[in-house]
Protein backbone atom coordinates (compact mmCIF):
# COMPACT_ATOMS: atom_id res chain seq x y z
CA UNK A 1 0.00 0.00 0.00
CA UNK A 2 1.15 3.78 -0.91
CA UNK A 3 2.51 5.61 1.56
CA UNK A 4 -1.07 8.30 0.60
CA UNK A 5 -3.45 5.44 0.37
CA UNK A 6 -1.90 4.27 4.46
CA UNK A 7 -2.41 7.73 5.53
CA UNK A 8 -6.08 8.77 4.33
CA UNK A 9 -7.32 5.04 6.07
CA UNK A 10 -5.31 5.92 9.00
CA UNK A 11 -7.32 9.51 8.98
CA UNK A 12 -10.56 7.97 8.23
CA UNK A 13 -9.76 5.65 11.18
CA UNK A 14 -10.21 8.54 13.47
CA UNK A 15 -13.49 10.13 11.62
CA UNK A 16 -14.61 7.09 11.93
CA UNK A 17 -14.41 5.81 15.50
CA UNK A 18 -15.04 9.42 16.89
CA UNK A 19 -18.35 9.01 15.60
CA UNK A 20 -18.90 5.46 16.81
CA UNK A 21 -17.56 6.66 19.89
CA UNK A 22 -18.88 9.98 20.90
CA UNK A 23 -18.06 9.43 24.87
CA UNK A 24 -14.77 8.42 24.86
CA UNK A 25 -12.07 9.60 27.50
CA UNK A 26 -8.70 11.40 27.04
CA UNK A 27 -6.38 10.12 29.38
CA UNK A 28 -5.19 12.39 32.85
CA UNK A 29 -1.51 14.03 32.33
CA UNK A 30 -1.41 15.71 35.41
CA UNK A 31 0.16 12.30 37.47
CA UNK A 32 4.03 11.81 38.19
CA UNK A 33 5.71 9.52 36.05
CA UNK A 34 5.55 6.90 37.65
CA UNK A 35 1.85 6.45 38.01
CA UNK A 36 1.71 7.12 34.36
CA UNK A 37 3.82 3.98 34.45
CA UNK A 38 1.90 2.00 36.72
CA UNK A 39 -1.05 3.00 34.98
CA UNK A 40 -0.45 2.36 31.76
CA UNK A 41 0.22 -1.42 33.05
CA UNK A 42 -3.46 -1.66 34.57
CA UNK A 43 -4.77 0.11 30.73
CA UNK A 44 -3.21 -2.14 28.29
CA UNK A 45 -6.31 -4.12 28.01
CA UNK A 46 -8.63 -3.23 29.28
CA UNK A 47 -11.07 -0.02 29.38
CA UNK A 48 -10.33 3.33 31.23
CA UNK A 49 -12.78 2.67 33.75
CA UNK A 50 -11.67 -0.68 34.38
CA UNK A 51 -7.83 1.09 34.85
CA UNK A 52 -9.12 3.85 36.97
CA UNK A 53 -10.78 1.51 39.21
CA UNK A 54 -8.28 -0.68 39.15
CA UNK A 55 -5.22 1.89 39.62
CA UNK A 56 -7.90 3.65 42.34
CA UNK A 57 -8.00 0.16 44.47
CA UNK A 58 -4.03 0.00 44.73
CA UNK A 59 -3.90 3.49 46.02
CA UNK A 60 -6.46 3.32 48.61
CA UNK A 61 -5.62 -0.23 49.80
CA UNK A 62 -2.16 0.02 49.95
CA UNK A 63 0.37 3.36 51.61
CA UNK A 64 2.67 2.92 49.52
CA UNK A 65 4.12 1.09 46.19
CA UNK A 66 7.00 -0.07 48.04
CA UNK A 67 3.88 -2.52 49.76
CA UNK A 68 2.66 -3.53 46.57
CA UNK A 69 6.04 -4.66 45.24
CA UNK A 70 6.40 -7.07 48.12
CA UNK A 71 2.88 -7.92 47.65
CA UNK A 72 2.10 -11.14 45.99
CA UNK A 73 1.01 -11.24 42.07
CA UNK A 74 -2.23 -13.12 43.08
CA UNK A 75 -2.58 -11.23 46.32
CA UNK A 76 -2.56 -7.70 43.52
CA UNK A 77 -4.64 -9.86 40.83
CA UNK A 78 -7.56 -10.31 43.64
CA UNK A 79 -7.36 -6.69 44.49
CA UNK A 80 -7.65 -5.83 40.50
CA UNK A 81 -9.91 -7.83 39.59
CA UNK A 82 -12.05 -5.66 37.35
CA UNK A 83 -9.64 -5.69 34.87
CA UNK A 84 -9.69 -7.89 31.53
CA UNK A 85 -6.69 -9.75 32.61
CA UNK A 86 -6.07 -9.16 36.16
CA UNK A 87 -3.21 -11.58 36.28
CA UNK A 88 -0.77 -10.07 33.87
CA UNK A 89 -1.74 -6.69 34.97
CA UNK A 90 -0.04 -7.71 38.58
CA UNK A 91 2.45 -9.29 36.92
CA UNK A 92 3.88 -5.99 35.30
CA UNK A 93 3.12 -3.61 37.94
CA UNK A 94 4.96 -5.76 40.49
CA UNK A 95 8.03 -6.33 37.81
CA UNK A 96 8.20 -2.61 37.14
CA UNK A 97 8.20 -1.55 40.63
CA UNK A 98 11.19 -4.06 41.65
CA UNK A 99 13.14 -3.07 38.59
CA UNK A 100 12.19 0.46 39.39
CA UNK A 101 13.36 0.32 42.49
CA UNK A 102 16.25 -1.59 42.40
CA UNK A 103 17.70 1.17 40.12
CA UNK A 104 16.60 3.98 41.83
CA UNK A 105 15.78 3.08 45.33
CA UNK A 106 13.08 5.42 45.34
CA UNK A 107 9.76 6.01 43.31
CA UNK A 108 9.99 9.69 42.53
CA UNK A 109 11.79 9.38 38.55
CA UNK A 110 10.05 13.00 37.58
CA UNK A 111 13.94 13.77 36.64
CA UNK A 112 13.71 11.68 33.68
CA UNK A 113 10.92 14.56 32.15
CA UNK A 114 13.91 16.67 31.98
CA UNK A 115 16.55 14.15 30.45
CA UNK A 116 16.93 13.09 26.42
CA UNK A 117 13.48 11.80 25.32
CA UNK A 118 15.05 8.56 23.91
CA UNK A 119 17.52 8.21 27.48
CA UNK A 120 14.26 8.19 29.07
CA UNK A 121 12.13 6.16 27.04
CA UNK A 122 15.15 3.69 27.51
CA UNK A 123 15.08 3.69 31.43
CA UNK A 124 11.22 3.34 31.34
CA UNK A 125 11.57 -0.17 28.85
CA UNK A 126 14.54 -1.32 31.51
CA UNK A 127 11.70 -1.14 34.19
CA UNK A 128 9.40 -4.02 32.55
CA UNK A 129 13.04 -6.49 32.26
CA UNK A 130 12.91 -9.25 30.03
CA UNK A 131 9.01 -9.38 29.36
CA UNK A 132 8.70 -7.88 25.47
CA UNK A 133 5.40 -8.46 24.82
CA UNK A 134 3.89 -5.52 27.00
CA UNK A 135 6.92 -2.89 26.29
CA UNK A 136 5.96 -1.22 23.80
CA UNK A 137 2.58 0.28 25.00
CA UNK A 138 3.69 1.00 28.02
CA UNK A 139 6.64 3.16 27.07
CA UNK A 140 4.33 4.83 24.13
CA UNK A 141 1.65 5.59 26.56
CA UNK A 142 4.23 7.40 29.01
CA UNK A 143 5.83 9.26 25.98
CA UNK A 144 2.19 10.96 25.37
CA UNK A 145 1.37 11.78 28.35
CA UNK A 146 4.33 11.64 30.85
CA UNK A 147 7.22 12.76 28.82
CA UNK A 148 5.25 15.03 26.69
CA UNK A 149 6.33 13.18 22.74
CA UNK A 150 4.32 12.30 19.79
CA UNK A 151 3.81 8.72 20.14
CA UNK A 152 0.48 6.63 20.10
CA UNK A 153 -0.15 3.82 21.99
CA UNK A 154 -1.60 0.23 20.68
CA UNK A 155 -2.09 -2.91 22.40
CA UNK A 156 -1.92 -6.36 20.66
CA UNK A 157 -5.96 -6.09 19.40
CA UNK A 158 -4.97 -2.44 17.66
CA UNK A 159 -2.61 -4.20 15.40
CA UNK A 160 -4.92 -6.75 14.81
CA UNK A 161 -7.34 -4.05 13.92
CA UNK A 162 -4.61 -2.88 11.54
CA UNK A 163 -3.60 -6.02 9.55
CA UNK A 164 -7.15 -6.62 8.83
CA UNK A 165 -7.63 -2.70 7.25
CA UNK A 166 -4.40 -3.76 5.37
CA UNK A 167 -2.87 -0.77 6.69
CA UNK A 168 0.25 -2.71 7.62
CA UNK A 169 1.65 -6.12 7.05
CA UNK A 170 1.82 -9.37 8.62
CA UNK A 171 5.95 -8.83 9.14
CA UNK A 172 5.16 -5.02 10.78
CA UNK A 173 2.38 -6.59 13.21
CA UNK A 174 5.18 -8.84 14.15
CA UNK A 175 7.13 -6.02 15.09
CA UNK A 176 4.90 -3.53 16.23
CA UNK A 177 4.87 -1.09 13.37
CA UNK A 178 2.91 1.22 11.74
CA UNK A 179 4.41 3.02 9.41
CA UNK A 180 3.32 6.86 8.90
CA UNK A 181 1.24 6.77 11.82
CA UNK A 182 2.48 10.13 13.85
CA UNK A 183 2.80 11.95 10.12
CA UNK A 184 -1.18 10.80 9.45
CA UNK A 185 -2.38 11.66 13.12
CA UNK A 186 -0.78 15.44 14.59
CA UNK A 187 0.56 15.81 17.80
CA UNK A 188 -2.27 17.64 19.10
CA UNK A 189 -4.52 14.70 17.72
CA UNK A 190 -2.73 11.82 18.90
CA UNK A 191 -4.58 11.24 22.35
CA UNK A 192 -7.55 11.40 20.91
CA UNK A 193 -6.68 9.14 18.35
CA UNK A 194 -5.14 6.99 20.39
CA UNK A 195 -8.07 6.70 22.86
CA UNK A 196 -10.25 6.07 20.09
CA UNK A 197 -8.28 3.52 18.91
CA UNK A 198 -7.81 1.87 22.11
CA UNK A 199 -11.74 1.49 23.00
CA UNK A 200 -12.10 0.20 19.86
CA UNK A 201 -9.45 -2.30 20.34
CA UNK A 202 -11.00 -3.56 23.76
CA UNK A 203 -14.15 -4.01 22.15
CA UNK A 204 -13.14 -5.98 19.38
CA UNK A 205 -10.80 -8.49 22.04
CA UNK A 206 -13.98 -8.91 23.66
CA UNK A 207 -15.94 -9.69 20.93
CA UNK A 208 -14.64 -10.53 17.49
CA UNK A 209 -17.29 -11.13 15.64
CA UNK A 210 -19.33 -8.81 16.09
CA UNK A 211 -21.56 -8.00 12.99
CA UNK A 212 -21.25 -4.01 14.69
CA UNK A 213 -17.30 -3.96 15.00
CA UNK A 214 -17.83 -5.84 11.42
CA UNK A 215 -19.94 -2.65 9.89
CA UNK A 216 -17.22 -0.16 11.39
CA UNK A 217 -14.19 -2.07 9.34
CA UNK A 218 -15.62 -2.35 6.24
CA UNK A 219 -16.76 1.67 6.35
CA UNK A 220 -13.22 2.35 7.12
CA UNK A 221 -12.13 0.11 4.50
CA UNK A 222 -14.62 -1.70 2.33
CA UNK A 223 -12.35 -4.15 0.87
CA UNK A 224 -11.34 -6.00 3.91
CA UNK A 225 -14.19 -7.98 3.68
CA UNK A 226 -12.33 -11.74 3.31
CA UNK A 227 -10.25 -10.30 6.08
CA UNK A 228 -12.74 -10.47 8.69
CA UNK A 229 -12.55 -13.13 11.09
CA UNK A 230 -15.30 -15.49 10.70
CA UNK A 231 -17.77 -16.33 13.36
CA UNK A 232 -18.36 -20.04 14.88
CA UNK A 233 -21.13 -21.99 13.46
CA UNK A 234 -24.80 -20.24 13.23
CA UNK A 235 -27.29 -21.33 15.47
CA UNK A 236 -29.42 -23.07 12.17
CA UNK A 237 -26.84 -25.22 11.61
CA UNK A 238 -26.57 -26.61 15.27
CA UNK A 239 -30.12 -26.91 15.03
CA UNK A 240 -29.96 -29.26 12.48
CA UNK A 241 -27.10 -31.35 13.70
CA UNK A 242 -29.29 -31.51 16.54
CA UNK A 243 -31.99 -33.14 14.70
CA UNK A 244 -29.75 -35.32 12.67
CA UNK A 245 -28.46 -36.78 15.93
CA UNK A 246 -31.62 -37.40 17.17
CA UNK A 247 -32.52 -39.72 13.46
CA UNK A 248 -29.50 -41.40 13.90
CA UNK A 249 -30.49 -42.42 17.64
CA UNK A 250 -34.18 -43.60 16.78
CA UNK A 251 -32.26 -45.15 13.82
CA UNK A 252 -30.48 -46.95 16.38
CA UNK A 253 -32.93 -48.06 18.45
CA UNK A 254 -33.93 -51.03 17.35
CA UNK A 255 -30.71 -52.19 17.19
CA UNK A 256 -30.19 -51.53 21.06
CA UNK A 257 -33.06 -53.11 21.52
CA UNK A 258 -32.34 -56.82 19.39
CA UNK A 259 -28.94 -55.98 21.64
CA UNK A 260 -31.37 -56.43 24.92
CA UNK A 261 -33.78 -59.05 23.91
CA UNK A 262 -30.56 -61.63 23.31
CA UNK A 263 -28.84 -60.31 26.61
CA UNK A 264 -32.49 -61.09 28.33
CA UNK A 265 -31.89 -64.87 26.41
CA UNK A 266 -29.17 -65.18 27.62
CA UNK A 267 -29.99 -65.88 31.26
CA UNK A 268 -32.17 -68.05 30.40
CA UNK A 269 -30.21 -70.40 29.06
CA UNK A 270 -28.15 -70.29 32.19
CA UNK A 271 -31.45 -71.08 34.32
CA UNK A 272 -31.85 -74.06 32.43
CA UNK A 273 -28.06 -75.50 32.76
CA UNK A 274 -28.73 -75.01 36.59
CA UNK A 275 -31.95 -76.91 36.58
CA UNK A 276 -30.43 -80.07 34.65
CA UNK A 277 -27.96 -80.02 37.02
CA UNK A 278 -29.95 -80.25 40.23
CA UNK A 279 -31.05 -83.41 39.42
CA UNK A 280 -27.82 -85.31 39.32
CA UNK A 281 -26.97 -83.60 42.63
CA UNK A 282 -30.28 -84.92 44.10
CA UNK A 283 -29.44 -88.74 43.24
CA UNK A 284 -26.39 -88.29 45.52
CA UNK A 285 -28.13 -86.62 48.48
CA UNK A 286 -29.09 -89.23 51.72
CA UNK A 287 -32.62 -88.12 51.39
CA UNK A 288 -33.14 -91.04 49.16
CA UNK A 289 -31.62 -93.94 50.94
CA UNK A 290 -33.89 -92.89 54.35
CA UNK A 291 -37.22 -93.62 52.08
CA UNK A 292 -35.87 -97.18 51.08
CA UNK A 293 -35.62 -97.77 55.19
CA UNK A 294 -38.99 -96.99 55.68
CA UNK A 295 -39.99 -99.03 52.88
CA UNK A 296 -38.15 -101.62 54.34
CA UNK A 297 -39.43 -101.14 57.94
CA UNK A 298 -42.91 -101.18 56.53
CA UNK A 299 -43.02 -103.90 54.81
CA UNK A 300 -41.17 -106.08 57.88
CA UNK A 301 -44.41 -105.98 59.92
CA UNK A 302 -46.63 -107.48 56.81
CA UNK A 303 -43.90 -110.20 56.62
CA UNK A 304 -43.93 -111.10 60.74
CA UNK A 305 -48.01 -111.01 60.60
CA UNK A 306 -47.93 -113.35 57.61
CA UNK A 307 -45.56 -115.47 59.59
CA UNK A 308 -47.54 -115.76 63.17
CA UNK A 309 -50.84 -115.99 61.01
CA UNK A 310 -49.31 -119.47 59.43
CA UNK A 311 -47.63 -120.21 62.87
CA UNK A 312 -51.18 -119.81 64.29
CA UNK A 313 -52.23 -122.28 61.70
CA UNK A 314 -49.94 -125.03 62.33
CA UNK A 315 -50.30 -125.57 65.59
CA UNK A 316 -54.41 -125.19 65.35
CA UNK A 317 -53.92 -128.33 63.08
CA UNK A 318 -51.65 -129.84 65.24
CA UNK A 319 -54.45 -129.61 67.85
CA UNK A 320 -56.55 -130.63 65.63
CA UNK A 321 -54.80 -134.21 65.43
Known sequence: MSAANRAALIKKIHRTLKAAYPKFQLPIKDRPLAEHILYACCFENSTSDQASEAFGKLQTLYIEWNEIRVSSTKELAEVMD??????????RIRRTLHNLYESFY????????????????????????????????????????????????????????LLILDIITKNERRFKKVPGLERAISKNKGAEFGALM???SVDFAANPYDAKLHE??????????????????????????????????????????????????????KKKSTTKKRPAADKNTPTKPTKKKATTKTRKPKTT???????KKKTSKKKSK
Open 82 to 91: CLTDPADAAH
Open 106 to 161: DYDIDFLTKENLGKAQKTIKSFQGKAKKMLDFVVDYVTQNGLGGHCIPLNPEAYEI
Open 198 to 200: HAF
Open 216 to 269: LLLKINPKCKDNLPIGPVDEPETYESSEENESTKKSKDPAEKKVATKAKSKPTT
Open 305 to 311: AKKKTTA
